[in-house]
């Protein structure tokens, strides 16, 4: 099948082609799905997107009139998929459900660790010859209490590394799960979660419920001074309302792997222009602020399992008119 792979890096490449096996022809296109880019798939058969793609209705409008029949996602999250629109077009949307989640699940502790022993600033110091230790002050993991919001493939990973350090894991999730109470994991409302957690981290999809599920009144609710991590989903966190909780006190540190406006910023060498977006250079100020560029499935375990289930994604289709992981439009 001739695939059209959109914001194609070099990972892209060396991953997709090694999976691939020369059964599908893969054109690699470096440029972001969008209204302006669109004509780029050319007609192919499928077109393979990543999560700051645009997959919106007037992008699958003119996909579906030029002749492609599947949407091969390389990505678990479709939040930037119009689903409806792809099944009103008659597209088939596929996405890969689960690869390593330890990748992600991992980078989440990476982010809790480097905030609370500060080697990010640490770093830093002792390459200047500062070996001062004020302001570099940590606590104990062990005995903390973690929440979990979203405990699906990625959250119970997190939340049994998590029980590994000696730390107490609660969780909201709507579906709660009977292996992470088994491993020790204990359920409680949202609120209670907010109120009782040291460290929270956001395992959760970005859907209209968890849309800035962290706001100004959840961070009113939060225990003063405690860490938020997301890993998830930009815009289930409120940028605007976690500077003023960062300002104010009631947020102690903060990681992010993902942000709600990233599509213009994140998987670029920028480094070269000012940034544009005032609320990310706002963020960037506090010294209790990690961020990292969307960066927390990107291992070779990840790579290799997306590209995998990508390709079988696609082959399957082509064999079968079916994808193996399939998304479908929400319920009316
Ligand atoms: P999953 O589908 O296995 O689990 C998601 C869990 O969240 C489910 O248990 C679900 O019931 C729960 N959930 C849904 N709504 C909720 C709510 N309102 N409150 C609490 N829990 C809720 O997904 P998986 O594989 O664990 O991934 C989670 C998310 O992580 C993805 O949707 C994606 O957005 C993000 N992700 C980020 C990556 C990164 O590189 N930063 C890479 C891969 C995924």
């Known amino acids: 099948m001739d695939v059209a792979i959109f914001s194609a890096k070099p990972h892209d490449r060396l991953f997709l082609a090694a999976a691939n096996e020369g059964r599908h022809e893969l054109a690699f296109i470096e440029a972001r799905l969008s209204e302006e880019t669109v004509r780029f798939a050319g007609g192919a058969t ?12 007037p992008v699958i409008g003119d996909l579906a009139a030029a002749g492609t029949k599947l949407i091969a996602l390389r990505s678990a999250g479709f939040n930037h998929v119009d689903l409806a629109a792809a099944a009103a077009a008659g597209l088939t949307v596929g996405r890969v459900p689960a690869y390593s989640p330890h990748a992600v699940a991992e980078h989440a502790v990476a982010l809790i660790l480097t905030l609370n022993r500060n080697t990010h600033r640490a770093f830093n110091r002792v390459r200047e010859g500062n070996f001062a230790l004020e302001g570099l002050l940590g606590f104990d993991l ?6 979990v919001v979203g405990t699906g493939l990625i959250g119970r990973t997190f939340a049994g590394i998590m029980l590994g350090f000696g730390c107490r894991v609660i969780a909201s999730d709507p579906f709660p799960s009977e292996e992470c109470t088994a491993m020790g994991v204990t359920y409680v409302p949202f609120d209670r979660l907010l109120a009782e957690a040291d460290i929270i981290s956001l395992q959760c999809p970005l859907t209209p419920e968890t849309h800035h599920l962290i706001d100004d ?8 001074g405690a860490m938020i991590v997301n890993t ?3 815009a289930v966190v409120d940028a605007s309302a976690v500077i003023r909780g960062l300002k104010s006190g009631m947020i102690g540190a903060l990681g992010l792997d993902v942000y709600e406006e990233e599509a213009n910023l994140f998987f670029e060498d920028l480094s070269q222009k000012p940034i544009q977006d005032d609320v990310f250079a706002r963020l960037l100020t506090f010294p209790n602020v990690v961020i990292t560029g969307h960066q927390a499935f990107f291992t070779r375990e990840a790579l290799t399992g997306i590209a995998r289930t990508t390709i079988d994604n696609i082959t399957a289709f082509e064999d079968t008119g079916r ?10």
């Open 46 to 57: 499928c077109i393979c997107a990543f999560v700051n793609d645009q997959v919106t209705a």
């Open 142 to 147: 062990c005995g903390k209490t973690v929440g």
């Open 217 to 224: 009144d959840a961070i009113a609710r939060m225990k003063r």
């Open 232 to 234: 998830s989903r930009g």
């Open 323 to 332: 994808v193996l992981h399939p998304v479908l439009p929400p319920v009316a």
